[in-house]
T-cell receptor, first 116, second 112 residues
């Protein structure tokens, strides 16, 4: 059962335009969400996160929006640049019953291609 | 330079052999994780550890084993019981709480 879903496996956007990557989740216990960027044969790198007490978080060209009622979040990249071409993973976590570490559940990823 | 080191980057093994993947971090993080990535799939959690000498199964622990004898190290053994061991394996660590996880560069394991 896929608790975090990224329904678009790929997205192509022209340089300078906005890229919008979407993510849906089913587990209402998730209360913290993250976006990671991944290049082939490398580990993911953290981009931006959002807590469920917020509906928006912005960091430079990257903005994440959270709609809790719809169990939906999106990542906006403005303006898109060729270096943004990578696979983007959405991840979610819920506080464990014991301990403090965060166990991340990942989506299947969306491959973004930014064209010239 | 702080970070997470996974070695080797590429690993080939014959079917039926156990193999151990190394993961070392010098970030002083309490929590460490092992994920597996298959083509077209997201990262799936194999095992995680919140503190030394403690670890728990993730979503796909069957056929794998781990140890956490030192804070810096969290090796993963892929045993012969793992039915489909060929995959890209990623180790991560975090301070805990709601801090993001930092990932290593990954180890691509191919079993022939």
């Amino acid at each position: 059962d896929q608790q975090v879903k990224q329904n678009s496996p790929s997205l192509s956007v022209q340089e300078g335009r906005i890229s919008i990557l979407n993510c849906d989740y089913t587990n209402s216990m998730f209360d913290y969400f993250l976006w990671y960027k991944k290049y082939p044969a490398e580990g993911p790198t953290f981009l931006i996160s959002i807590s469920s007490i917020k509906d928006k978080n912005e960091d430079g060209r990257f903005t994440v929006f959270l709609n809790k009622s719809a169990k939906h979040l999106s990542l906006h990249i403005v303006p898109s640049q060729p270096g943004d071409s990578a696979v983007y993973f959405c991840a979610a976590s819920a506080r464990w019953n014991t301990g403090t570490a965060s166990k991340l559940t990942f989506g299947t990823g969306t491959r973004l291609q930014v064209t010239l | 330079d702080g970070g997470i080191t996974q070695s080797p980057k590429y690993l080939f093994r014959k079917e039926g052999q156990n193999v151990t993947l190394s993961c070392e971090q010098n970030l002083n993080h309490d929590a460490m994780y092992w994920y597996r990535q298959d083509p077209g799939q997201g990262l799936r959690l194999i095992y995680y550890s919140q503190i030394v000498n403690d670890f728990q199964k993730g979503d796909i622990a069957e056929g794998y084993s781990v140890s956490r004898e030192k804070k810096e190290s969290f090796p993963l053994t892929v045993t012969s019981a793992q039915k489909n061991p060929t995959a890209f394996y990623l180790c991560a660590s975090s301070r805990g709480g709601r801090d993001e996880a930092f990932f290593g560069q990954g180890t691509r394991l191919t079993v022939v």
